[in-house]
């Protein structure tokens, strides 16, 4: 059975940092595109980073240079750091895998997730101005 948990979240201040962490079990997180999507209260979903089974990383603009995706293989665990971080970052953040064969930085940045196969339970992270 596949899980992913997230954890990391919380509050912060604008300017602040906080590094999520997505830990996959039944699934080699390696292996496969996963992405980190968020959505804000009121808004649609929104895919923040992808990386795909060969270390291909892409982000979406509003976040480039700021947060980074990265996988520990060992560990098997997605992370997202995020520095910088702004009010609008605020929202319930999740992390994705496994969507159908293709490209993943086009099924996480240009989708809402909708093909993705497994989802975390979420980590909220709230940044206060």
């Known amino acids: 059975q596949v899980q992913l948990v997230e954890s990391g979240g919380g509050s912060v201040q604008a300017g602040g940092s906080l590094r999520l962490s997505c830990a996959a079990s039944?699934?080699?997180?390696?292996?496969?595109?996963m992405g980190w999507f968020r959505q804000a209260p009121g808004k649609a979903r929104e895919g923040v980073a992808s990386i795909d089974s060969g270390g291909s990383i892409s982000y979406r603009d509003s976040v480039k240079g700021r947060f980074t995706i990265a996988q520990d293989n060992a560990k098997n665990t997605l992370y997202l750091e995020m520095n910088s971080l702004k009010p609008e970052d605020t929202a319930m953040y999740y992390c994705?895998?496994?969507?159908?064969?293709?490209?993943?930085?086009?099924?996480?940045?240009?989708?809402?997730?909708?093909?993705?196969?497994?989802w975390g339970q979420g980590t909220q992270v709230t940044v206060s101005s």
């Open positions: 994705a895998a496994d969507p159908p064969v293709g490209p993943c930085a086009a099924y996480v940045l240009a989708t809402f997730g909708t093909s993705f196969k497994y």
């Open positions: 039944g699934y080699t997180a390696s292996s496969h595109c």
